[in-house]
């Protein structure tokens, strides 16, 4: 109980700093040039030039700190030997570029990039299409949203139960082997199965996305003018060419959003590869690995190299969005 | 939409029917973990739970009293009990063999070695008899098939939170979460502010940054904010972690409130400043109120994200019983007690069950921010 009073402090302590920097500050400036009596008008030119800069300036700082400064001094240590401070040049990348482990984990990557994006957002679409069309649409919709709320490590263990094995002849208690049990199948231990593994990993990340991808598919659905659709019916389409022909082309930047989204999610992939093998059995992937060397390894130039990579592979999404945004504006 | 699928009812059923499947298909997983949450340890581990209201046979394997529980009855001794102790249940049959542990009903009388007799009764009641002293000190085996009630019991609940840790964990969690959560929305509130409505040279810039730090990898930032940490002093601590979120948090709540901020109309903006009022006084007296759903979309995104968070409580938290957030726990639970699926699933609907009230009773909320978020920003 003692560590929440602290806690509530905290925030009380917090909230109070923040507002008396903003306050204060302004107060300051209103002082150093105060906005009547002579040169007023200059005195405001000046204090409009720097308030600017008193708003932003907590949040530069804290940019600065926990963003820009990690990934100049990631570029330093990926340089450099374990314990950061020793020069040993390209090693590092020598070392990455040998290891079996790294492979791996950089195919395994590769594959939830193929698969989860293109699979949430088809069942997105799916249920999107679906709900708006049944009168319990918005509980349908509430319902497949939840999983968005659950931790990834929650989400594990509920999915961990689903998989669960028992030897043949044993009661399945795991719903997925019982269902195949049930049709005559052979039931197996899915999640130490080398390469089909990532995919039954790949469900629990699906699973949680849908939502995700159905909520943001289903306002671009409803943005569509009727006018489109009802057009086209008249023309004769039928519902699949209504939906190929009109619907879709006029959702392709939703689309993109969802699809960029949820790749870059994937790339940071971590806590269900962590909670249901620990990258056993070949389902090593990239956040995991380098965790690994981090907390296992204790190698931080092996470890800082390889959250690298996973920069290098956001980027291209990093440098789309930038740019979008200058043609928005 | 309706004129298009209205005309046929059959593809109505159809529409409705793959609707009932999909939400089924994404509720049974969560659905399985609450209803074994509540099941009795033992009947969990033996049957599946869509089996848990339905009555369980199980084959058991017992042990009748041990020989100092022994009394003299006429020429016999004599060893009573019943198999099921304090809980209820009915044999369906019982044995004495492994070989043949199905083979006699309930209530026979049957001989066993050396004039020994054993009977078990319907009810789980038993009757050793033996013309000479009984000598085992763990009892003899008693093979039983027997019929269980159901059984649901909050036990499982009271042992996490209590005996494995998880109560304290709760705590700790929270007292990561709500500075977390409050904290960065000042900060941001006020740069968005700046970033929307305020002139200032590299403005375009600071904007373009946020964006683009909206998807730098947190693995990136680990390494070097642990070095720094250790280098300040500030070490593993709730400081750290707070300020960490705070950090990791603000480009997104920067970009939610900029794009509303920015929604607002022009005009109240610019008769305040005619007005004669200050940047700052408008962003208090007429901003800040107005942007109160953004504020709160933010807020849930900003709580489920901090209170889900395994990565970032890992590496700037302590392992220790003061300072292992729930997820930390849960992921240890997984380690030591992997097999323990009523350890497993109790705790992790303790760990689900803040965030899923938020999301049903915020959804509003939380679905405006995502839309704000992605859809306009494109």
């Given at each position: 109980?003692?560590?929440?009073?602290?806690?509530?402090?905290?925030?009380?302590?917090?909230?109070?700093?923040?507002?008396?920097?903003?306050?204060?500050?302004?107060?300051?400036?209103?002082?150093?040039?105060?906005?009547?009596?002579?040169?007023s008008n200059q005195n405001i030119q000046r204090s409009s030039a720097i308030r600017p800069w008193l708003f932003m300036g907590p949040a530069i700082v804290f940019l600065v700190i926990y963003l820009v400064y990690p990934v100049i001094n990631s570029i330093y240590l990926s340089f450099h030997g374990p314990s950061g401070k020793e020069f040993i040049g390209f090693k590092n990348y020598i070392w990455l570029a040998g290891d079996d482990k790294f492979r791996e984990s950089l195919f395994n990557n590769m594959l939830w990039l193929l698969v989860v994006p293109a699979a949430s957002t088809f069942f997105g679409l799916l249920a999107a299409t679906l709900t708006d069309r049944v009168s319990w649409g918005n509980i349908a919709k509430s319902l497949i949203f939840m999983p968005m709320a659950i931790s990834f490590i929650g989400a594990s263990i509920i999915w961990k139960f689903v998989y669960d094995y028992r030897g043949e002849g044993d009661d399945q208690i795991g719903i997925f082997n019982a269902v195949i049990v049930h049709f005559g199948g052979e039931p197996q231990a899915w999640i130490a199965m080398p390469f089909w593994n990532s995919f039954f990993l790949m469900i629990i990340l699906i699973w949680i996305q849908t939502g995700f991808a159905m909520v943001l598919l289903s306002a671009a659905l409803r943005g569509i003018p009727e006018e489109t659709i009802e057009a086209a019916i008249l023309d004769g389409a039928n519902p699949l060419q209504v939906f190929l022909k009109i619907q879709m082309p006029q959702m392709w930047n939703t689309i993109a959003v969802v699809w960029t989204t949820i790749t870059i999610l994937v790339l940071k992939v971590f806590d269900i590869v962590m909670a249901?093998?620990?990258?056993?059995?070949?389902?090593?992937?990239?956040?995991?690995?380098?965790?690994?060397?981090?907390?296992?390894?204790?190698?931080?130039?092996?470890?800082?190299?390889?959250?690298?990579?996973?920069?290098?592979?956001?980027?291209?999404?990093?440098?789309?969005?930038?740019?979008?945004?200058?043609?928005?504006? | 939409m309706d004129s298009i699928v209205g005309k046929s009812s059959a593809l109505t059923w159809a529409v409705n029917i793959s609707v009932v499947l999909l939400v089924l298909l994404w509720t049974i997983p969560t659905f399985g973990l609450l209803v074994s949450s509540v099941r009795d340890k033992d009947q969990l581990v033996s049957s599946g739970w869509w089996t848990s209201f339905s009555k369980v046979e199980r084959n058991l394997i017992k042990r009748s009293a041990p020989a100092s529980e022994q009394s003299k009855v006429d020429d016999l001794y004599v060893l009573t009990g019943n198999v099921f102790g304090d809980k209820k249940g009915v044999v369906t049959a019982f044995g004495w063999r492994s070989q043949d542990p199905m083979a006699f009903i309930p209530g026979d009388?049957?001989?066993?070695?050396?004039?020994?007799?054993?009977?078990?009764?319907?009810?789980?009641?038993?009757?050793?008899?033996?013309?000479?002293?009984?000598?085992?000190?763990?009892?003899?085996?008693?093979?039983?098939?027997?019929?269980?009630?159901?059984?649901?019991?909050?036990?499982?609940?009271?042992?996490?939170?209590?005996?494995?840790?998880?109560?304290?964990?709760?705590?700790?969690?929270?007292?990561?979460?709500?500075?977390?959560?409050?904290?960065?929305?000042?900060?941001?509130?006020?740069?968005?502010?700046?970033?929307?409505?305020?002139?200032?040279?590299?403005?375009?810039?600071?904007?373009?940054?946020?964006?683009?730090?909206?998807?730098?990898?947190?693995?990136?930032?680990?390494?070097?904010?642990?070095?720094?940490?250790?280098?300040?002093?500030?070490?593993?601590?709730y400081l750290g972690i707070w300020l960490a979120h705070t950090g990791f948090g603000l480009p997104l709540a920067i970009y939610l409130l900029r794009n509303y901020i920015a929604g607002l109309p022009r005009e109240?903006?610019?008769?305040?400043?005619?007005?004669?009022?200050?940047?700052?006084?408008?962003?208090?007296?007429?901003?800040?109120?107005?942007?109160?759903?953004?504020?709160?979309?933010?807020?849930?995104?900003?709580?489920?994200?901090?209170?889900?968070?395994?990565?970032?409580?890992?590496?700037?938290?302590?392992?220790?019983e003061e300072q292992l957030v729930m997820t930390g726990r849960l992921r240890e639970l997984l380690g030591s007690r992997g097999g323990n699926w009523e350890i497993l699933t109790a705790s992790a609907f303790v760990s689900i069950f803040v965030p899923l009230m938020v999301f049903f009773s915020l959804q509003k909320y939380l679905v405006r921010g995502l839309l704000s978020g992605s859809v306009k920003g494109g």
């Open positions: 109980m003692e560590q929440m009073l602290v806690a509530l402090f905290t925030v009380v302590v917090g909230v109070l700093g923040c507002i008396a920097y903003f306050v204060g500050s302004n107060l300051l400036l209103d002082v150093i040039y105060p906005t009547s009596g002579k040169n249901m093998t620990n990258g056993q059995w070949g389902s090593q992937v990239l956040a995991n690995y380098m965790f690994d060397w981090m907390f296992r390894g204790h190698d931080f130039g092996r470890s800082a190299t390889i959250a690298l990579v996973i920069m290098v592979l956001v980027l291209p999404v990093m440098v789309w969005n930038v740019r979008n945004l200058k043609n928005e504006n | 009388s049957v001989p066993l070695r050396k004039g020994k007799m054993l009977q078990i009764n319907a009810d789980g009641s038993y009757l050793l008899t033996s013309p000479i002293p009984f000598t085992s000190k763990r009892g003899s085996r008693l093979f039983v098939t027997s019929i269980e009630e159901p059984i649901f019991t909050l036990n499982n609940y009271s042992e996490v939170l209590f005996a494995e840790g998880l109560g304290k964990s709760f705590l700790n969690t929270m007292t990561v979460t709500i500075p977390a959560t409050i904290i960065p929305i000042l900060i941001a509130a006020f740069a968005a502010y700046a970033l929307a409505w305020m002139e200032f040279p590299g403005r375009a810039i600071f904007l373009a940054m946020v964006v683009g730090l909206l998807v730098v990898p947190l693995q990136m930032s680990l390494i070097p904010l642990l070095k720094l940490y250790t280098d300040v002093g500030i070490g593993k601590s109240i903006i610019e008769s305040a400043r005619v007005d004669g009022a200050n940047e700052f006084m408008i962003f208090v007296k007429i901003i800040l109120p107005l942007t109160f759903p953004a504020l709160a979309s933010f807020a849930i995104f900003q709580f489920l994200w901090v209170w889900n968070d395994l990565l970032i409580a890992t590496v700037f938290l302590g392992n220790n």
